[in-house]
C-alpha cells in the first residue's frame, strides 16, 4: 500500500490546480499537485488549456452576476501573485476590438476599457518553479483513476503504477475531469480549441496590443452545447501577445454528448481555422501568416457558471472546473476553495458563504438540477 500523502492531493496543475495549490499553501496546507508529464499531454500537439491561452483580462464585468463583478477585479489578485512570487505573465495591455461595432464607423477601435493579459507562454513556463518555491509537492504521472477507500479517504492510480492517498483530493484536471469522475453534473462539458503560433508578432498591425472581437461566438456555441444533434465548430478571430510572438485564432469545435473524444484532425482545424479568419475583413492579411496549428481540450459549463467546491455524495471529493473566462474567475476563487477546504474553522464556514452567494457551490442532490 502506498505511503498516504499529506494534505490535499490536486489532479492537475493548470491554471486552476497551480493556483488552487498556492492558496492551499497560504493556508500552511500541504498540497500534492499530480500533473501529466509533457511525454504525455504533449503528444499529438496537445496541451492544457492553460498553455495555449489568450489570457484576456477584462477588467468590467462580463455580466450582471456577483461573480463577474469579483472576477472584474483578479488583476488586483495577479498583481499581488506576482508580488509574492515573481514574474507570472500578467500586464496591462492596450485592447483593441475589431468587427461588429455598431456606432463607432471604423473597423476596430481602442477600446478605452482597463485591460490586462497574462502571457500564458510565461505562465506555463514558470508555474512549476513558482509552485516548487512555495513547498508544493509535484508529482510528473497521469492518473488514471481514483478510488474511494473506506477508512483512508481516496487512493489514486497513477500511470506509473504507483498509487497515492488522502484524504481530500480535488479534481483541477479541465477537460479530463469527467473521465476520472463521470458523475460530475451535466453541464460540464468540454470543446476542443485551436490557435495558430506565430513566431513574431505581426508587424502590420500597430501593437503590441491584444486584437479581440467584439464578441467571442465561442460563448454562444458552448450556451447551447446540450442541444447539439451534431459536431459544430466555428472561429473567432482575435490576436495577443504571446512571448515573443503572438496567438492568432481561435478554433472551436464542441461534439454533442459529454465525451471528451480524440483531438480533431490537426490538418483540417487549420484549414477552416485559415479560412474562418480570412472570411472576416480584419482576418484577411493575417489569415495566411505561417506557424504552427496548437490544440487544447477545454472544459465550460453550458450553465456559464464554474463548479467550485465538494462533489455530493463523495467525501473528500472537490471540483474545480468549467470556467468561462478562467483567467479572471480562478484567481478570485482560488482563495476562497482554499480557505472552504480549510474544515473547521469559523473563515471556512465565511469562505463557503461567499461561494454560494456567488452561485458556484456545487449544490446537494437536492438542487443539483441549476447544475444540469
Ligand atoms: C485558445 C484559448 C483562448 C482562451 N482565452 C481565454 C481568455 O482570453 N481569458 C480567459 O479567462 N480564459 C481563456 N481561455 C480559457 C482558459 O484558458 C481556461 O479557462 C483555463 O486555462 C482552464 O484552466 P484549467 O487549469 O482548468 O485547465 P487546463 O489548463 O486544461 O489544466 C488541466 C491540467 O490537468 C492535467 N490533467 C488532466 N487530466 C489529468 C490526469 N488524469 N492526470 C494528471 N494530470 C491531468 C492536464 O495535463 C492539464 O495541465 C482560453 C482557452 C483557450 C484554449
Redesign the pocket.
Known amino acids: 500500500m502506498a505511503p498516504p500523502a499529506p494534505g490535499v492531493l490536486v489532479?492537475?496543475?493548470?491554471?486552476?490546480?497551480g493556483l488552487l495549490a498556492l492558496a492551499l499553501r497560504e493556508q500552511g496546507v500541504a498540497v500534492t499537485v499530480?500533473?501529466?508529464p509533457p511525454a504525455i499531454?504533449g503528444s499529438a500537439g496537445v496541451q492544457?488549456?492553460?498553455a495555449?491561452?489568450?489570457?484576456?483580462l477584462p477588467g468590467w464585468p462580463l455580466a450582471p452576476t456577483s461573480l463577474a463583478r469579483l472576477a472584474a477585479g483578479a488583476s488586483r489578485r495577479w498583481r499581488r501573485l506576482q508580488r509574492h512570487h515573481g514574474a507570472l505573465g500578467w500586464r496591462p495591455r492596450r485592447l483593441r476590438l475589431h468587427g461588429g461595432l455598431a456606432g463607432l464607423g471604423a473597423a476596430s477601435a481602442w477600446w478605452p476599457l482597463p485591460f490586462a493579459q497574462v502571457d500564458s507562454s510565461v505562465l506555463a513556463a514558470r508555474l512549476p518553479q513558482v509552485l516548487a518555491a512555495a513547498g508544493v509537492a509535484c508529482q510528473p504521472?497521469?492518473?488514471e483513476r481514483l478510488e474511494s477507500q473506506p477508512a483512508a479517504g481516496w487512493e489514486l492510480w497513477l500511470s506509473n503504477g504507483t498509487s497515492l492517498q488522502a484524504a481530500q483530493v480535488v479534481l483541477?484536471?479541465?477537460?479530463?475531469c469527467r473521465q476520472?469522475w463521470p458523475a460530475l453534473p451535466q453541464g460540464l462539458r468540454s470543446s476542443w480549441?485551436a490557435?495558430l503560433e506565430l513566431e513574431a508578432y505581426p508587424a502590420l498591425l500597430a501593437g503590441p496590443a491584444a486584437w479581440l472581437p467584439a464578441a467571442f461566438d465561442r460563448v454562444a456555441l458552448e450556451r447551447r452545447a446540450a442541444g447539439l444533434q451534431r459536431p459544430e465548430w466555428l472561429v473567432d478571430a482575435g490576436l495577443v501577445p504571446w512571448g515573443k510572438g503572438a496567438l492568432l485564432?481561435?478554433h472551436t469545435l464542441v461534439r454533442p454528448g459529454l465525451e471528451l473524444g480524440t483531438p480533431p484532425p490537426p490538418g483540417e482545424v487549420e484549414e477552416q481555422l485559415r479560412q474562418g479568419l480570412a472570411a472576416q475583413p480584419w482576418g484577411v492579411p493575417l489569415a495566411p501568416l505561417p506557424g504552427p496549428l496548437r490544440q487544447?481540450?477545454?472544459?465550460f459549463c453550458s450553465t456559464g457558471v464554474p463548479l467550485v467546491g465538494p462533489v455530493p455524495g463523495s467525501p473528500g471529493l472537490w471540483v474545480f472546473?468549467g470556467?468561462s473566462?478562467?483567467?479572471?474567475q480562478v484567481p478570485v476563487l482560488a482563495p476562497l476553495l482554499a480557505q472552504s477546504l480549510v474544515s473547521g474553522s469559523h473563515l471556512a464556514a465565511l469562505a463557503t458563504r461567499r461561494l454560494r452567494q456567488l452561485g458556484v457551490w456545487l449544490p446537494d442532490q437536492a438542487g443539483a438540477d441549476r447544475f444540469s
Open positions: 489532479i492537475g496543475g493548470g491554471l486552476a490546480g499530480v500533473e501529466a499531454s492544457s488549456a492553460t495555449i491561452s489568450y489570457g484576456a504521472a497521469w492518473v483541477a484536471a479541465g477537460a479530463y476520472l480549441a490557435v485564432g481561435q487544447a481540450a477545454v472544459a472546473t470556467f473566462a478562467g483567467f479572471s
